[in-house]
């Protein structure tokens, strides 16, 4: 790898993503694991934690997957005690996901690890960096998600 970080090309950050991806993943993993929930289940709950209240509908649009896969993680969710399923207002063929007390619980401390890790990877950085960093993802992701094949810009 080049010495001098004029000389970075993207291939050098591919990997630097790389490296951070699988940083994050092995943390995120480790801090759901004492809960019992797996990556989709800790996204899920903390969807439905910041925008309540979600349809089903709501809850598969925001995670960018089909309600088919939806109703198997709310299905899962409820299970364990996590989320409920409550009758829409208006209605009849759909349901208001809702956290129970436990999952209310659960997506608060798994928040709060997020933080903590949040923290921990951006200590020393300056808050320019960080700004900088944040309009590079945005940018990266906005990229990826155009060009992926076959999706015309729609990930599911």
Same mark, same amino acid.
């Given at each position: ?42 996204? $899920? @709950?903390?969807?439905? *934690? %910041? ?5 089903? /509908? &709501?809850?598969?649009?925001?995670? #960018? ?6 109703? $198997? @993680?709310?299905?899962? *969710? %409820? ?5 409920? /399923? &409550?009758?829409?207002?208006?209605? #009849? ?26 923290? #921990? ?36």
């Amino acid at each position: 790898m080049p010495d001098h970080p004029d000389n970075y090309d993207a291939g050098d950050a591919l990997g630097r993503a790389y490296a951070l991806a699988e940083h994050l993943s092995t943390s995120l993993q480790s801090d759901t694991k004492i809960f019992g929930l797996t990556m989709a289940r800790t996204r $899920a @709950l903390l969807c439905v *934690l %910041e925008n309540p209240p979600m349809t089903q /509908r &709501d809850l598969a649009a925001a995670l #960018r997957c089909s309600t088919r896969q939806v109703t $198997a @993680l709310v299905d899962a *969710l %409820e299970t364990s005690g996590h989320l409920r /399923r &409550d009758p829409h207002p208006t209605d #009849r063929r759909a349901h208001i996901v809702a956290l129970t007390e436990r999952g209310h619980h659960d997506a608060d401390r798994v928040r709060e690890l997020g933080e903590n890790t949040a923290r #921990r990877l951006f200590d020393g950085v300056a808050p320019d960096d960080v700004a900088a960093f944040v309009r590079v993802a945005d940018c990266l992701i906005a990229n990826f998600e155009h060009s992926a094949p076959g999706t015309d810009g729609e990930r599911r």
